[in-house]
C-alpha cells in the first residue's frame, strides 16, 4: 500500500524523524540522570510509546503521562501502569481512578484544591497525588510560596508524594536564551515548593516539571525527578518557529487531495478543512504565519514553495498557492500533505497513523490511537 492508495484525510507519521526525535530527546535528558515520563497526549499510541521506550539506553520512560482517562485505561490495558494524569481532578475521574488503580494500574493525580485534596484522603486506598505549582503558565497550580500549599498538603496526609508544574508559557519565548530563563524559572519554583514541603515534614519523592521547549533548553535539572515533554515526538510549525527543532523535523502530517482549481485566484481547493487539520492558528503569533498549514508534496517535500492553507472550512481547504509554483501541475485528485501548526489538535481527529518511513510514500504500517476522554 501507497499513500497514493489511501482515503483523504488522513494523518500520516514519518517513523524516521519521530525516532530521530525521540533519540535527540533520550540524549538530551539522559546525561542528568532524571526519568523522562513522555506526555503522550500528543501520540495517544501504544505503538508510538514502544519507539521511545527503546529511544537510547537507560533513556526511555519509566512511567508516562496522561491527559484522558480513556488514555489512562487505554495504556494500562497495555501493560503500562505508571501514568500521571496531568489534569487537576475531579471527585467523578477521582472513582474512575481508583477502579483503574484497583485493576493493577498506578495512576498518579494532581490538585490545587483543599476540598479536592479531602475527596483523595477519604478515598479508601488513596492515589499518590502531587500538587499543582504554578512556575509562570498561569493556568492551574499554586504560587511556590502560597500559604494554601501547606493547608492541601496537610490534608492530602500519605497521599502525598511530590509536586508538579508545566512551563506552557515557554512557547511564548523566541529565543534559546528566552526558553533557557523559562526552564529556570521552571525548575527553581517547583524546587523551592518542594524544599518547602520538606521543611514541613512531608516526604516528598517527585518535583516533576515539563515542556519540550524548557527539556531541551539544556539547563540544570538539579532537584528535579522527572521531566514531562509531549510535542517534541512529532514537532509542529509552531516548534519549529520558536526553536524547538527544525521545519525538517516535523514527523506528522494531513494526506489530502486537491478537489478544485482557481488558477486565476493563485488558489486550489483540498479535502482537509478545519476537521481534519484544526483551526489552530499558532503562528500568528510568530514573525512567520504559517495559515492553517504549509502545504507540501506527497513525499513531505517543501516542492511547492510557501503554498499556505489560508483559509479552513469544516472540509474544504483554500491554499494560497506560492507565486513561483504553476498550479496547472496540480489536477484534481493530486494528493499532497499538510504539516500542522499544531500537531496535538490536527492528530486528535484522526484514529489512525499510516506511517511512512523517510522520503518513502509506502506505508510500512498502520498505528491505532486512543481519542476521547
Aim: with cysteine; hydrophobic share 40%; glycine share 10%.
Amino acid at each position: 500500500m501507497r499513500l497514493s492508495d489511501l482515503p483523504t484525510p488522513c494523518l500520516v507519521l514519518d517513523r524516521t524523524v519521530l525516532q530521530r526525535n525521540l533519540a535527540r530527546m533520550a540524549r538530551v535528558i539522559a546525561p542528568s540522570g532524571v526519568a523522562l515520563r513522555p506526555h503522550m497526549k500528543t501520540a495517544k499510541s501504544m505503538d508510538v510509546l514502544k519507539l521511545a521506550m527503546a529511544a537510547g539506553p537507560g533513556a526511555g520512560p519509566r512511567g508516562i503521562t496522561v491527559s484522558t482517562l480513556a488514555e489512562a485505561e487505554y495504556f494500562s490495558g497495555n501493560g503500562v501502569m505508571d501514568m500521571l494524569y496531568a489534569v487537576g481532578i475531579t471527585p467523578y475521574k477521582l472513582d474512575q481512578v481508583a477502579k483503574l488503580n484497583a485493576a493493577g494500574a498506578q495512576i498518579i493525580v494532581i490538585t490545587d484544591d483543599l476540598a479536592m485534596a479531602g475527596h483523595i484522603a477519604d478515598q479508601t486506598n488513596p492515589p499518590r497525588t502531587l500538587i499543582e505549582i504554578d512556575t509562570g503558565e498561569h493556568r492551574g497550580g499554586l504560587a511556590p510560596d502560597d500559604s494554601r500549599l501547606m493547608e492541601i498538603a496537610a490534608k492530602l496526609g500519605p497521599a502525598l508524594v511530590g509536586i508538579c508544574t508545566h512551563a506552557g508559557h515557554s512557547y511564548s519565548a523566541r529565543s534559546p536564551q528566552a526558553v533557557a530563563q523559562v526552564a529556570e524559572a521552571e525548575r527553581a519554583g517547583a524546587v523551592h515548593a518542594a524544599e518547602r514541603l520538606r521543611a514541613a515534614g512531608h516526604e516528598i519523592k517527585i518535583v516533576s516539571v515539563g515542556s519540550s521547549p524548557t527539556a531541551l533548553a539544556g539547563g540544570s535539572l538539579e532537584g528535579v525527578t522527572e521531566i514531562r515533554p509531549g510535542v517534541y515526538m512529532f514537532g509542529d510549525l509552531f516548534q519549529a518557529e520558536i526553536g524547538t527543532h527544525g521545519p525538517e523535523d516535523i514527523a506528522v502530517s494531513v494526506l489530502t487531495s486537491v478537489i478544485g482549481n482557481r488558477p486565476s485566484q493563485g488558489r486550489m481547493l483540498i479535502d482537509a478543512g478545519s476537521i481534519a487539520l484544526s483551526k489552530d492558528r499558532s503562528t500568528a503569533d510568530t514573525e512567520n504565519d504559517m495559515g492553517f498549514g504549509l502545504v507540501v508534496d506527497l513525499h513531505g517535500q517543501p516542492s511547492l514553495g510557501r503554498s499556505l492553507v489560508e483559509r479552513a472550512f469544516q472540509e474544504h481547504g483554500v491554499v494560497a498557492i506560492d507565486p513561483n509554483f504553476a498550479s496547472s501541475q496540480m489536477p484534481i485528485g493530486t494528493k499532497l500533505r499538510v504539516l500542522p501548526n499544531h500537531t496535538c489538535l490536527t492528530a486528535a481527529a484522526h484514529d489512525r497513523y499510516f506511517v511512512v518511513d523517510g522520503g518513502g510514500d509506502e506505508v510500512v504500517a498502520i498505528w491505532p490511537r486512543v481519542n476521547g476522554w
